[in-house]
């Protein structure tokens, strides 16, 4: 499910995000890549057992999927790869409908287990890049993604 028109409807019509493995360090991948997201009109929501009950980004922490008390769009994996198997069961039984899986995470067993399951899975690919990218948010940081276009999205806040 790499393809740009995939992308783009999945980044499109999914607003909620729980990212599992999520930091509360500023300097980490995670809190910068789940930041963007939010600064770009998505809901984030924590898990991390780590920090389960406190607030990371204005957000409560969670220590599972399954504790999270609202529904989930997609489950974005900031995890080493063997633990994405788990985090695929917990996402197909909470009923998520995409499994993102981040840069460096490629576990294609769980993809193809959320795929059997009727979920998106995206594997090896980091979201706020791919939002950057498809939706013209480059000049937040920056990212060399060889495409080039004079257009913003007129929804966009900048």
């Not at 992308?7 to 995670?30: H, M, Q, T």
């Not at 999927?65 to 997609?74: A, F, Y």
């Not at 939706?135 to 913003?152: E, Y």
Request: hydrophobic share 45%; aromatic share 8%.
């Amino acid at each position: 499910m790499d393809d740009i028109s995939s992308l783009r409807r999945i980044l499109k019509e999914n607003r909620v995000i729980a990212v599992v493995g999520l930091s509360a360090d500023w300097f980490r991948p995670s809190y910068f890549a789940a930041k963007y997201m939010q600064e770009h009109g998505y809901r984030v929501i924590p898990v991390n057992p780590r920090y389960a009950g406190k607030e990371i980004l204005g957000a409560r922490c969670y220590a599972s999927l399954s504790e999270i008390p609202e529904g989930i769009d997609i489950v974005d994996v900031f995890r080493k790869t063997d633990d994405a198997g788990p985090i695929a069961d917990e996402a197909i039984a909470i009923g998520a409908k995409v499994l993102w899986q981040q840069i460096g995470v490629r576990n294609e067993a769980a993809a193809a287990k959320a795929r059997a399951a009727g979920l998106d899975a995206v594997t090896d690919r980091c979201v706020k890049i791919e939002h950057a990218r498809l939706f013209g948010g480059l000049n937040w940081v920056g990212v060399n993604t060889r495409v080039i276009s004079a257009k913003r999205p007129r929804w966009l806040a900048y």
